[in-house]
């Protein structure tokens, strides 16, 4: 048929005659519209099919918004609208063909660096993405941080959320990594002010990390400066940090924030890595084996507490918020550390543990122990130590 209709226009052509598509259409049974287009076509058959839409097409929209936003990459875009419309059939190899066919997002060109790898339970790299910039559904701005933690041979990560950046949450952000994985050989980090200060070039570690690496057993190895890809592997887990961006002005406060980046979290250990082959998650239960326990939990714990240093003087009680509690007395003149921890209030000298009290409203809070050490060394009959020592501390309850 169409071989027909084909033949007829030539012929018209040479003839120069102008067709009636109309009563050519109803002749051949075919639309009026496609013989015009033999006609302008000089009677070829066109083999070019029109081009099929994409399933991505009902988004389109979302995607053009989503990759305008500052900082979001391909990759970002897709978890973002994965996490938005859950029920749809997602594939990033098809999105990211989608978005590049229609031009919607230009490529980003990567500079190469060498990799290195470490042995299970090597290092952990750490690094802070700062000052992220979002709004809540309601237009509040909402800055803050991210602490990002990558262990080198897994590439497991973790996530952080922090306000601000001091040395204080430096090392909470860090504990709360360490007390879910134990302890790797070394951590490794740039010169960051929560860290280090530098004077004339030199660079000198803070005092607070300084006992941190005594009390851990463990020291914070720094980059040399201007070397990210020292710490490559947590510089990646940047790049995971910028799946947030999409939820700008999607997000309804702090809470659901906080919710949004164990979520992210949570995918990144679980998607493939580019290098290993395998998802972080995998090679972390391998890893996990590789990490040391840590040798004083409560020490580190107290490190997220109020700590106050005293001079234990001769009366064995070191004074916390108004109140006296005793210490054993060889440690007179030495200088302890009180941290208080819920109810309870720990007294160490350098690692040891030397006292423990719950917290108390009494001036004075002996523990007997130690009130009859410091009675021992005074003029009394030994056999009336313990009457004298019990008689004397409940008059000192009664005060």
Sequence with gaps: MEMDIIAELTIMKQLNVKPNFSDLSRKYGIDRHTIKKYWEEGGK????????????????????????????????????????????NWNYSGFRDYVSDNQLKSNIKIEPHLRYETKPGEDLQVDWKESIKLHDKQGNDHLFNVFTATLGYSRQHFFVYSLTKT?????????????????????VTDNMAAIVSIRNGTRKKHPKIVAFEKDIGMKIKLCKPRTPETKGKDESANRFINWIMPYDYEFKDENELISIIQRIESKCNQEVNKTTGIPPIVLFSKEKE???DIPNKLLLESYLEEMVEKVVPSTLLVSYKGKGYSVPPNYINKRVKIYQIDNELYIYCNNDLIATHEISNKSFNYKEEHYIQGLSSKFIDPSEIERVARENLDRLNNL
């Design 167 to 187: 040395t204080e949450d430096f090392l909470r952000c860090l504990i709360d990594v360490l007390k879910q994985i134990g302890l790797p050989k070394k951590i």
């Design 290 to 292: 590789y990490l040391r």
């Design 45 to 88: 058959i066109s083999k070019q099919r029109k081009k099929r839409g994409s399933k991505y097409d009902a988004f389109k929209d979302d995607v053009i918004i989503t990759l305008s936003k500052p900082g979001v990459n391909i990759k970002a875009a897709y978890e973002f609208l994965k996490d938005k419309y859950p029920s749809f």
